[in-house]
Nanobody, 120 residues
Framework: QVQLVESGGGLVQAGGSLRLSCAAS????????MGWFRQAPGKAREFVAA????????YYEDSVRGRFAISRDNAKNTVSLEMNNLKPEDTAVYYC?????????????WGQGTQVTVSS
């Protein structure tokens, strides 16, 4: 079955960096757009970043553009999210997701999430 497993979350001070990774199994990542989403306590899940199947186009939520970078390695079936200059408002559970359709469409598969906590 399809599995997406995130790793790399943790506690970091404001201004610090983290790199999240998502390992996919049970699917060929070549056929999927990939995205990162996050959900803070008491808030709805929100889009963070996405990348097309080929990796040629990337998309970011306005508040993370310039600080976060999404990348993929289809040969290794992995997707990463490099997060720099982290802010307390970036604190959330971060989820990796796969989408066989449009990169900004509805996502089909989700990981279990990894906690990112940014202290001020």
């Amino acid at each position: 079955q399809v599995q997406l497993v995130e790793s790399g979350g943790g506690l970091v001070q404001a201004g610090g960096s983290l790199r999240l990774s998502c390992a996919a199994s049970g699917l060929n990542l070549d056929n999927y757009a990939m995205g990162w989403f996050r959900q803070a306590p008491g808030k709805a899940r929100e889009f963070v970043a996405a990348i097309r199947r080929s990796g040629g186009n990337v998309y970011y939520e306005d508040s993370v553009r310039g600080r976060f970078a999404i990348s993929r390695d289809n040969a290794k079936n992995t997707v990463s999210l490099e997060m720099n200059n982290l802010k307390p408002e970036d604190t959330a559970v971060y989820y990796c997701a796969a989408n066989r359709g449009p990169v900004l469409g509805t996502y089909d598969y989700w990981g279990q999430g990894t906690q990112v906590t940014v202290s001020s």
